[in-house]
């Protein structure tokens, strides 16, 4: 089985600083790691996946994640915040061997504040 | 890119009715969707997965018998919520993949608001 835990339901940020959202996942198997963002009374959107190759990680919006299997961990950054990144941001681990599609496994969420 | 669309968007229905939601995948053919339910505030988690042809993988936990799932077509997956209840209220989002994604990629649609009077 896995899991996912986001630390942190809420964080808070002035517009221009770092964002720094925590994803710490539980896996028997090579995971592949997504985050993905959500806003008010919509469906997820793709920000970033990590499928087996870099370990570093770019995505839209100027976001990115760093893969590190000895912290299981795939925290998202982006270097300076903007109004509109506020959102619900998830992630989520797929951990599926058997082969075809896999549903997800996701974290609870984290809450992003953008300070003005 | 891939667009996935969910009708209704929102649905307000009475207790012991049946509300069925549609989630289409509108240019790509969607060998397997994936239902998914959502609480106020609070994460996703996977219902069922539904190859299409074939009957429905349902998460532990989660009746069968009141959320039917059929995927009769390679864009086309119906979810129906039999006998709501005021519990059932809930979002509901699907998603749908294709052979060409990674494994556990997946296009998600916008979601439909039940609320169960």
């Known amino acids: 089985a896995q899991s996912v835990t986001q630390l942190g339901s809420h964080v808070s940020v002035s517009e221009g600083a770092l964002v720094l959202l925590r994803c710490n996942y539980s896996s028997s198997v090579p995971p592949y790691l997504f985050w993905y963002v959500q806003y008010p009374n919509q469906g997820l959107q793709l920000l970033l996946k990590?499928?087996?190759?870099?370990?570093l990680v770019k995505g839209i919006n100027g976001f990115e994640a760093e893969f590190k299997k000895s912290e299981t961990s795939f925290h998202l950054t982006k270097p300076s915040a903007h109004m509109s990144d506020a959102a619900e941001y998830f992630c989520a681990v797929s951990a599926y061997s058997g082969g075809g599609a896999d549903g997800l496994t996701f974290g609870k969420g984290t809450h992003l504040i953008i300070q003005p | 890119g891939a667009v996935v669309s969910q009708h209704p968007s929102r649905v307000i229905c009475k207790s012991g009715t049946s509300v069925k939601i549609e989630c289409r995948s509108l240019d790509f053919q969607a060998t397997t969707m994936f239902w998914y339910r959502q609480f106020p505030k609070q994460s996703l988690m996977l219902m069922a997965t539904?190859?299409?042809?074939?009957?429905?993988?349902?998460e532990q936990g989660v009746e069968k018998d009141k959320f039917l799932i059929n995927h009769a077509s390679l864009t086309l997956s119906t979810l129906t919520v039999t006998s709501a209840h005021p519990e059932d209220s809930s979002f509901y989002i699907c998603?749908?993949?294709?052979?060409?994604?990674?494994?556990?990629?997946?296009?998600f649609g916008p979601g439909t608001r039940l609320t169960v009077t």
């Open positions: 998603s749908a993949s294709d052979p060409g994604l990674s494994r556990g990629e997946q296009y």
């Open positions: 990590y499928t087996s190759a870099a370990t």
């Open positions: 539904s190859n299409e042809g074939s009957k429905a993988t349902y």
